[in-house]
Nanobody, 124 residues
């Protein structure tokens, strides 16, 4: 069993930056692919970014490419989402997800473990 706890969300003005974190516990973190998803009110959960266990492979959604990056620290058992040049349309609950795999996943159904989410609100 893996437990995931997100933190770092909040209110930021458009054009600003924010870093959200996800701390994992319960299993060997380094064996897991990690992903970030987001869900805005009335919309489906969408992929944002994912990173392989080794950090060798990363994927970022086209909607945030060039603005968001994902990283992980396998010593601290933590994955980060660095968000720059934030836009009001980035407003959503951001969820961390994990699954034991050597591959990188980009769809929610491929992840077996989820955090409770952290709210990110970007004001115009």
């Amino acid at each position: 069993q893996v437990q995931l706890v997100e933190s770092g969300g909040g209110l930021v003005q458009a054009g600003g930056s924010l870093r959200v974190s996800c701390a994992a516990s319960g299993r060997t973190f380094s064996n897991y692919v990690m992903g970030w998803f987001r869900q805005a009110p009335g919309k489906e959960r969408e992929f944002v970014a994912a990173i392989s266990w080794s950090s060798r492979s990363t994927y970022v959604a086209d909607s945030v490419k060039g603005r968001f990056t994902i990283s992980r620290d396998n010593v601290k058992d933590t994955v980060y989402l660095h968000m720059n040049s934030l836009k009001p349309e980035d407003t959503a609950v951001y969820y961390c997800a994990a699954d034991r795999s050597w591959s990188v996943f980009t769809t929610p159904s491929q992840y077996g473990y989820w955090g409770q989410g952290t709210q990110v609100t970007v004001s115009s």
